[in-house]
């Protein structure tokens, strides 16, 4: 038994995290949040060479070929630097929906495409994930209608695979003139959503997978531990900025962290923050190896993550005092991003619920 | 990653579970404890002795199995007692805290009389640290100890002696040294219960019970032989004792099996027809706390797995007293308040007896917070996680703080 990450995993999580802390600066969020689109073409190539949107992609068809831990160690690091980057859906949920749902011959044309960063797929959810917003669409024959609001990692898109309700999947092309985009900024300013409707797009369904809506729930379990994952680096990042500020920053003749009340208030953060590692390990590994657990653990860790998650935002932008609220010094993309997090596939009063009817603790299941 | 077990791992369990499929019968019940030892538990803590179950790495002479310490092999063994809810063997202040120290510092003799009787269970000990005057500030203990005649002659107070009234035997820091300095002045003697002079009175908690004692020290004479490593070196041995502590791995196990129960207990348990646990707001609480659980539980796996290998953990560790308290009495919590009125009646009936389950989960419940206290109490946690843990700085010293 080994409940760490292996040498490699580390080397890899070294090089990311070097990458990031060289290309991201403040001022490059900054202005990438000013853009609006989300999308970042240099750091998207970056990506590529550091082979990230093959992570997930079998080794024949060009991929690393490894699973959703690796997945969500990466997702922790970009989280950590709040990397503008589509992740979560093109490198992490497309390649392993294919892998699930496409037949020999559309993983054969799609997955080396996914892995060479040629293609980036949104995926989007009518029904399943625990929208608020409109999610619904319709697959007749070869088209797709309907419309899907608030799709993550979709600003810079060239294709949508869109579950219906019944967990069927299609891929639409994003320039099909059945096809209609708006960008809506969101919270998060460096991640846009886009709000999508289909009106007989040219749909090319995947048809695959023995059961549906398993595998749909199964691709929708594998983004929310890596959001989980990115969750955890955002709260990190907060709580060592914290921890720095604390050390510096000097009151009444003292440093603010030598008072107990800023000291016990970040002894609360890393109580409760440091679980969620090897909570968001051990439901990741989960998705890799333990099939009975998988569904379970991707509830809890998007939820106990996400709530661990808003307390040290909340306390870590307190012990800045008023700077922390400000604009200045940054905190407040952190803060965001854990607030996105939060909501998109499925905020933690959803998850619970699902991981209730699992277990059926509901009175309707 | 691999949560699989290794193959000398697996043929432990299989071992132990051949163990228990064949004397699993005689196994005490799990859980009360806090009162001496019976016969039936006597006979088990033997025959897991002879098994090597416990005591598994103290040498054979001195009555252990004389195993190589292995930190996965005793999270199987307590793992696969725990999956069949059979009696992983006694565990008191004697046979954790004392032996271990005793293992490293003690002489050949104070190992050959003491360890082997305590980990049979034969022999139980309390101990004596916290005075009235000096809780968290334990290092100040001001109960004295003076050489007079071959004897140590000590005065003072103990209070939160846990089993003291049932104890054969205490260990003990005192005063030695009194121009030294604070660190420097103690020492770390072990002395009889039966010694002329000492007092134990049991000390009734919130929870009805005498879990606790004071012990009152009066012109007490301990054979001068009767220290450990030495005058002034009572501190040392004190934090050999924590060190040792280390190694015991934060209890995700209790965690685990309270979860379980209090499933139970919210599928059982019913409001006007309705099952608990199908009410969104009792169902919403458990549901948390199982995610909670989860992480915990994870985040033992990373310690184990860190233990193993010889990596310090350093605040990884720290946090484990806090947050492991912190979420047993929420856990406990919900339990009570899943009784709800039906859950007010309070029998403890003496220290004995099996008492009902809304008494247990109640006596939990209050106990918790006593463990919030006690070993440190989380204010002194949270000192730890914050000093050690996150490097920030200490409280300017009050004046006159040594």
Known sequence: ?????????????????????????????????????????????????????????????????????????????????????????????????????????????????????????????????????????????????????????????????????????????????????????????????????????????????????????????????????????????????????????????????????????????????????????????????????????????????????????????????????TDLLGLHIWFKRIGFNRQILGTPERCREEAAQLQGWTLHV | MDLTLSEPYQALQAEIRDFIRVHGDKSPKVGGGRKRPDQKTLDWQKRLLEHGYVGRTIPTEYGGAGKHPDVMEAAVIASEFARASVYAGLTNQGISMLVPTLLEVGTDEQKREYVGPTIRGDMIWCQGYSEPGNGSDLANAQTKAELRDGNWIVNGQKIWTSSAHYADMMFLLCRTEPQASKHEGLSYLLLSMKSEGLDARPLKTMTGRSEFNEVFFTDVKVPETQIVLGRGKGWYVANVTLKHERLMIGDAGKMTARLEQLIKLLSTNEVDGVKLIQMPEYRDRLLRLQGEVIAWKAHNLRLLTEAAQGIESGVKRMIVKYGGTMLGFRLSSLAVDAFGDAGLTYETLGEDSEADDATTWNIDYMYDVGLMIGGGSNNIQKNIIGERGLDLPREPKAAGRV
């Open chain 1, 1 to 325: 038994m080994d409940f760490a990450l292996t040498l490699e995993q580390r080397q890899f999580d070294d090089s990311l995290r070097d990458f990031l802390k060289d290309r991201l600066p403040m001022e490059r969020l900054r202005m990438l949040a000013d853009t609006a689109n989300g999308f970042d073409e240099s750091l998207w190539n970056g990506m590529i060479e550091l082979g990230l949107p093959g992570l997930l992609v079998p080794e024949r068809f060009g991929g690393a070929g490894l699973g959703v831990l690796d997945a969500a160690v990466a997702a922790e690091a970009l989280g950590n630097a709040a990397a503008p980057l589509a992740f979560t859906g093109s490198m992490a949920m497309a390649p392993l929906a294919f892998t699930l749902c496409a037949s020999q011959a559309q993983q054969d044309e799609w997955l080396p495409q996914i892995a060479g960063g040629e293609v980036r797929f949104a995926v989007a959810y009518a029904g399943l994930a625990g929208q608020t917003g409109a999610a619904s669409v319709t697959l007749d024959g070869g088209t797709l209608s309907g419309r899907i609001e608030g799709v993550m990692d979709a600003s810079a898109a060239t294709h949508y695979l869109v579950f219906g309700r019944d967990g069927v999947a299609s891929v639409v092309s994003a320039d099909d003139p059945g096809v209609s985009t708006s960008l809506r900024r969101s919270i998060d300013r460096t991640r846009p959503l886009m709000d999508v409707s289909f009106n007989g797009a040219v749909a090319e369904r995947l048809d695959a997978a023995n059961d549906p809506l398993a595998a749909a729930r199964t691709v929708l379990d594998a983004g929310r531990v890596v959001l989980a994952g990115d969750t955890l680096g955002a709260a990190q990042t907060m709580l060592d900025r914290a921890v720095a500020f604390a050390k510096e920053r000097v009151q009444f003749g003292r440093v603010i962290g030598s008072f107990q009340g800023v000291k016990y208030m970040l002894a609360d953060c890393v109580t409760a923050l440091e679980p969620c590692r090897g909570m968001v390990w051990y439901a990741a590994y989960a998705q890799d190896a333990l099939p009975d657990e998988a569904r379970l653990t991707a509830c809890h860790a998007k939820a106990h993550v996400s709530d661990v998650a808003r307390d040290v935002a909340r306390m870590t932008t307190e012990a800045h005092g008023g700077m922390g609220f």
